[in-house]
């Protein structure tokens, strides 16, 4: 008997940002149905992406496909997968329900792993006055209303929390839920 369908969600890091790392989203998809995945979709060209595998493990999927985008392209992403319901369960724990009005200042950066040495007071320091912040196990939830461009916590995040992270705005994490109510 065969097993069945998981969908996974990958947020890739770093892929078409400032000129590097660059790659198209329909080669990207060609690479992840040339592994056997199916029904590939992305969203947006700083990689999003949904598909569906027999791979119950995120960690063994998300290196076979890293390792399979460097052999090819000649760089290697990194690359966190989530389950439909982690991304859902992140949205239903976001404390900024307020922000949702506002989606690009809303931002979920999700954890490689839980930032077991995160410093309170030094993010306290580096944020602005208008900046509101929350770490949960699998995300940092960041409320900028002044624009993720000009927040100072924003450029520092991951070195204060000292594990990676890959963020995406309000907006595209409900673009991303829609395309798996979709499929």
């Known amino acids: 008997m065969a097993k069945s369908m998981q969908t996974w969600i990958a947020l890739f890091r770093g892929i078409n940002v400032g000129g590097k790392n660059i790659l198209p989203m329909a080669e990207l998809r060609q690479i992840l149905e ?3 995945l199916e029904n590939v979709r ?3 060209q700083s990689g999003n992406v949904l598909f569906d ?13 890293s390792r399979c985008i460097e052999a090819q392209k000649g760089f290697r992403p990194e690359i966190l997968l989530l389950t439909p319901k982690g991304l859902q369960d992140a949205v239903k724990s976001n404390p900024f329900a307020k922000a949702v009005s506002d989606p690009q200042t809303l931002h979920f950066l999700f954890l490689a792993e839980p930032a077991s040495n995160f410093d309170s007071e030094a993010v306290e320091a580096v944020k602005s006055q208008s900046e509101e912040f929350r770490l949960t196990e699998k995300v940092f939830y960041l409320h900028a209303p002044d624009g993720i461009g000009r927040s100072r916590l924003a450029a520092k995040v991951e070195k204060l929390l000292g594990i990676r992270a890959t963020g995406r705005n309000f907006r595209t994490v409900e673009k991303i839920l829609a395309m798996v109510s979709d499929s």
């Open 34 to 36: 040339s592994l056997g």
């Open 42 to 44: 992305t969203y947006i």
């Open 53 to 65: 595998s027999r791979a119950r493990l995120a960690s063994p999927l998300g290196k076979k496909i």
